[in-house]
């Protein structure tokens, strides 16, 4: 990409206008005017985390889920997104994604920032977040600026995720494939304030390889197991 932020991709070819569909931009990224974000970020990995729900979803995922929990780590950008079959799981799967990112990084959550969603702000949540040593900070109510980027992370990741299940033509079903990849691009593309580094680069130190990436919802097909076994119908990348 521009910049070398990323190996295995190149934008030294210039795109033909004529060929993009900015239509499909248009229609999912409709939106509100923007929140007003934090004028400052934290240095260090894991000091301030910010969290959101979204949902419920019109449809339930192919998994069953109505809701995506995020979590943004505020010192590198990084995303970590889970996918919820009901709001009562939200402490659940943050405890999941607290094991495993101080597991990774050696350190611990110091603060939390969520909304006053009651998921958020249960009795076992508060007593979890207490017991473990985490200051929880909660935005006041009807203000989701204060919480601004995981709001503004949140109605990126929809965008994107509308965008890619339009132009691939999918049912709304694969919205939860739509968002994990979203969130996997995401944290591969160079993000302002980081010095043009991208969110993965910043968490583990090495610049990601978008090689292996693929158009989301393009056909595939599966390698015949044996040799003279017929071709399998075409599936989908996902």
Same mark, same amino acid.
């Given at each position: 990409m521009k910049n070398g932020a990323v190996n295995g991709i190149s934008c030294d070819m210039k795109a033909d206008i004529q060929k993009i569909n900015y239509q499909v931009c248009c229609e999912g990224k409709q939106s509100r005017l923007p929140f007003q974000l934090r004028n400052h970020r934290s240095t260090q990995l894991l000091d301030f985390v910010h969290s959101d729900l979204c949902g419920p979803m019109e449809v339930r995922s192919i998994g069953q889920a109505r809701y995506f929990l995020l979590f943004v780590d505020d010192a590198s950008k990084m995303?970590? *997104?889970?996918?919820?079959? +009901?709001? &009562?799981q939200t402490l659940q799967y943050f405890k999941e994604f607290q094991r495993m990112? +101080?597991?990774?990084?050696?350190?611990?959550?110091?603060?939390?920032?969520? /909304? &006053?969603g009651g998921e958020c702000c249960s009795d076992m949540m508060e007593n979890y977040l207490k017991d473990s040593g985490i200051i929880h900070q909660k935005t006041n109510p009807y203000t989701p600026e204060q919480n601004g980027v995981s709001e503004r992370f949140n109605r990126t990741i929809v965008e994107r995720a509308r965008c890619l299940l339009f132009e691939a033509k999918l049912d709304k079903s694969f919205w939860a494939e739509a968002v994990n990849t979203a969130?996997?691009?995401? &944290?591969? #593309?160079?993000? #302002?304030?980081? /010095?043009?580094?991208?969110?993965?680069? *910043?968490?583990?130190?090495?610049?990601?390889?978008? #090689?292996?990436?693929?158009?989301?919802?393009?056909? *595939?097909?599966?390698?015949?197991?044996q040799k003279l076994e017929r071709n399998v119908p075409i599936e989908i990348s996902l």
């Amino acid at each position: 990409m521009k910049n070398g932020a990323v190996n295995g991709i190149s934008c030294d070819m210039k795109a033909d206008i004529q060929k993009i569909n900015y239509q499909v931009c248009c229609e999912g990224k409709q939106s509100r005017l923007p929140f007003q974000l934090r004028n400052h970020r934290s240095t260090q990995l894991l000091d301030f985390v910010h969290s959101d729900l979204c949902g419920p979803m019109e449809v339930r995922s192919i998994g069953q889920a109505r809701y995506f929990l995020l979590f943004v780590d505020d010192a590198s950008k990084m995303a970590f *997104v889970y996918f919820l079959k +009901e709001k &009562n799981q939200t402490l659940q799967y943050f405890k999941e994604f607290q094991r495993m990112v +101080e597991k990774q990084k050696g350190t611990g959550i110091k603060t939390l920032r969520t /909304d &006053n969603g009651g998921e958020c702000c249960s009795d076992m949540m508060e007593n979890y977040l207490k017991d473990s040593g985490i200051i929880h900070q909660k935005t006041n109510p009807y203000t989701p600026e204060q919480n601004g980027v995981s709001e503004r992370f949140n109605r990126t990741i929809v965008e994107r995720a509308r965008c890619l299940l339009f132009e691939a033509k999918l049912d709304k079903s694969f919205w939860a494939e739509a968002v994990n990849t979203a969130v996997y691009l995401k &944290n591969r #593309s160079p993000a #302002s304030g980081l /010095d043009q580094k991208t969110p993965i680069e *910043v968490w583990t130190g090495h610049k990601p390889d978008l #090689s292996h990436v693929r158009i989301f919802g393009s056909p *595939v097909t599966d390698l015949p197991t044996q040799k003279l076994e017929r071709n399998v119908p075409i599936e989908i990348s996902l």
